[in-house]
């Protein structure tokens, strides 16, 4: 019976963390991207400031072009102005809302940097044990009525907006997230 519970055991752990499926790698790097996945359910307890800023300076070490860093997050707390953005946000959860300057430099796409700069963002809320959900829909809404109550610059665009949050304890990781294409689907080689 002892031997069935740790087996037991060690098959949960191992599918919870992709063992089985051969997705981890022994690198926490990859090992969290391979195992990452866009919570949809959120806990109440806050994220810490403490957490924030680390994963604010992950954003700022994100490449951009001719490294201009033409980019500003905007953290939101604020619960009222969170619903104005996203609705139905659990309490404790922020908002990092990306935006960037445009420029006129050949060579220079503030889109992609931001986007960049969203993802390593992202990538840093999954390592600190944290959810994150990467929106683009409401960057329309939040350009053409909310910049001023964010203090985004009038040359600023929004570009994506991330939710951050604690992740549901009661959400099953593995089944939570969305089945990927094959690789042969997506990768060709020449």
Known sequence: MKKLIIVSALLV????????????????????????YTARKMAPEPVTDSQID?????????????????????????????????????P????I???????????????????????NMFIAAQALGLGGHIYGGPVNNVNSTLKPDLGIPEDYRVVTILLIGNIDKTVDAVSSASTRKPIGDIVNYK
Not at 58 to 72: D, E, H, I, T
Not at 92 to 95: D, P, V
Not at 97 to 119: H, M
């Open 13 to 36: 752990y191992c599918l919870c963390t992709g063992v089985i499926f051969g997705q981890t790698t022994g690198n926490s790097t990859i090992d969290v991207i391979l195992s990452g």
């Open 97 to 119: 809302v990306v935006s960037g300057q445009e420029s006129n430099q050949a060579g220079i796409n503030v889109g992609f940097d931001c986007a960049l700069a969203t993802e």
């Open 54 to 90: 680390l994963i604010l300076k992950c954003g700022m070490k994100a490449p951009s072009a001719r490294n201009s860093q033409l980019w500003k997050f905007t953290v939101v707390k604020d619960k009222t102005l969170i619903g104005k953005i996203i609705p139905n946000v659990t």
């Open 92 to 95: 404790g959860n922020i908002l």
